[in-house]
């Protein structure tokens, strides 16, 4: 089955405003919202939700409350309820748990690293479990595809994918002590901002808005920003055209990562040199607005787009939506006018039978620390500095599942983990909040579970996506829906490998259970 995908609803809470109205109108009237937020004995710029709760958590339900009301009525009355929610962050509560660190005197994480996703659906009125995707800036553009994909093979009909980052002092200590925020609004660096944004994907047209592809990519050349020939986020672009059965000539408007970092931006423009030559199309930029967003940023800004072209009146045939995320992430995102009539789209002739199964292998892994560490430096030949027992059960694992098999054309990364990088941002946090100072910022680096893409790719340059998502509740259902994004990414000739894992690391004791799908 290869449905096509469209938007039904869209709601945004950004700076700007609680909801697409307002924002749309301090838009229009050049409004910036900026204000300051003091981190020890420093003031930085960044864009606020316009709510005055002092509360991390009143404020995040009061966002998501105002979103919920713009998405839900989207969705069939009797199966609202029963929707899957698809959340997208890069911080989740961490904010809420610096809140409790300061007031309490002590680091007290959830045992899930997921646990606010199903706050956010309890909150939405959802049951179920969700999904959560932490991708660094391209989470939002992981929880769209992914949902995408349930949908187009017939697993859902309809899908709430949301959208959500709100201020915390640990991504913003962890940005300034890399050197990468502005330090004024106009300033060259990132200025940071908080957004909830969503949109309902269904099976049924809806805005007059078909998600005709998206793809992401991995660029492991530095933690912080892309290689500057930009060679690999033009080839997430190529392939985001050619599922969607495009040419780059073909698309009429134009919505860049922006983000006011120089290396970031001079391998953007590198890219759409490559795609488009001297024939860029019309551009349009939201980040001057709403800060960027990180997570939450591919909603954010693509709803305030759709919203912005409504208003006006206008109706490009093809959209492209490029994102660059902080440790070598990359995605885009084809949106096309509504075009029910022409549902070959995302059709790809393959030889593989619409039942057919991919053929698959499995490995666990049960190791303590000073094994672990062993097996991880002696597969990367020198030692994993800064490197978590995240990756080293990711990199012993990958190693374990794919020894003796040859190289594929193209392999995905799907990892799942309940704990997360705990010790990461136990560390972070304790210095933070318990102890008034600057975090170092290769801990904060290692917060970021994603980053394990870097030694990944170098060890095996074929991993082109590596996606982690924090999981909450049974490990079955996580696994299950792994293996669903598995067998249509191979059916579509997306990937001919997909490795899929779930990690956990203890204090001493860490496990892991790797699967292999392969045509």
Known sequence: MNRPVYIAALGHCSALGSDTGTALAALRAGTRPSTRHRLLDRDWPCYRLPFDDPDWLTRARRAVRHVGQALMPALPTADACRSALFVASSSLQIGAIEEDARKLGTISLPTDAAAFSAQLAQWLGIGGTPWTFSTTCTSALAALDAAATQIRHGHLEHAVVLGIELANDTTLAGFAGLGLLADTPEGAGLVLGEAVAGVVLSAQPGTGWQLAACRLGVDSHSPTGPSPDGRIIAQVIHAALDDARLTAAEIDLLKPHGGGLSATADAEANALDAVFGTQDPPQREYKSGIGHTLGASGLAELTLLLADLAQAGAQPRHILLDLIGFGGSIGALVLSADRAAHSSLHTRELDVQPDACPASH????????????????????????????????????????????????STAVLFASRSGPRHAFTTVLADLCLRGEDPMPFDFLATQAVLAAQPMQKMWPDIDYVCHLPITGDEAVHLQRMTQLATAWLREGRHDRVLCGIVEPGDDLHRAQWHCFEQ
């Open 362 to 409: 499995a490995t666990q892994l049960e190791l303590d620390s000073k094994t672990l560490s062993a097996r991880a430096r002696a597969l990367h030949g020198a030692p994993l500095r800064r490197a978590g027992a995240l990756t080293e059960a990711c990199l012993v694992g990958i190693a374990d599942i794919l020894q003796d098999r040859p190289s594929a054309r």
